[in-house]
């Protein structure tokens, strides 16, 4: 498919590591840093 941008794909667990770090942040915080391993 010439034209097109790359194909991304994301690991369903991925996306839970993030909610959960979200929902686990200070409510003060404005920012969740952090890594995925």
């Known amino acids: 498919m010439a034209g097109y941008g790359p194909e991304l794909r994301i690991h369903p667990v991925v996306l839970c590591s993030i909610a959960d770090s ?3 942040r200070n409510e003060e915080a ?3 840093i952090g890594t995925l391993l």
């Open 22 to 24: 979200s929902e686990r």
């Open 30 to 32: 404005k920012r969740v």
